[in-house]
């Protein structure tokens, strides 16, 4: 969007960057609504980590200073009043194996996990810490899903229901 008086010319002095997120069920919701379909409202409704916008917003400005293309004269403005943590699923080994008709050893279900950047503590049960950029594991079936894409869905046995 935009147009012939904000874009970037050979004139051009002074860019404002902005790095932003947006709510995802917010945004599909109102795109929705207005029947306006744009390559952002399909970006900002997957609920992208909002934690991403400073490393983003740091590496553009890094980027315009190493090309020689702008000097970075510093300042931020920032309306993110809370940052979103990472949260823990627990989930059983045996309940795994159990959904997934398969007999995967617990340390391998560990390295499977880990090699996802999430923290595993094993106790009675896996304790998973699942990092912000992850948002689509929140339940013990989003966990075995992981584990079982991991561990080749063609290796696990049918099932007869």
């Avoid at 935009?2 to 919701?29: H, P, W």
């Avoid at 990472?86 to 795994?96: D, F, G, L, R």
């Avoid at 594991?137 to 696990?156: C, M, N, P, Q, S």
Wanted: aromatic content about 6%; some cysteine; hydrophobic content about 40%.
């Amino acid at each position: 969007m935009g147009g012939q008086n904000s874009e970037v010319t050979e004139s051009t002095k002074t860019i404002v960057l902005e790095c932003a997120n947006f709510d995802g069920v917010t945004t599909r919701l109102t795109s929705k609504k207005l029947g306006l379909r744009t390559e952002a409202s399909s970006r900002f409704e997957k609920d992208l980590d909002p934690n991403l916008v400073d490393i983003a917003l740091k590496r553009a400005c890094h980027l315009f200073e190493a090309l020689k293309v702008g000097e970075v004269v510093g300042g931020v403005i920032d309306c993110y009043q809370q940052k979103l943590e990472p949260h823990y699923v627990k989930v059983s080994p045996n309940w795994i194996n159990d959904f997934l008709g398969t007999d995967i050893e617990v340390n391998e279900m560990v390295k499977m996990l880990q090699r996802l950047e999430m923290e595993v503590e094993v106790k009675d049960e896996l304790i998973i810490k699942v990092p912000t950029f992850r948002q689509d594991v929140k339940i013990k079936e989003d966990v075995a899903e992981e584990i079982a894409r991991l561990y080749g869905y063609d290796i696990i046995p049918n099932q007869k229901l």
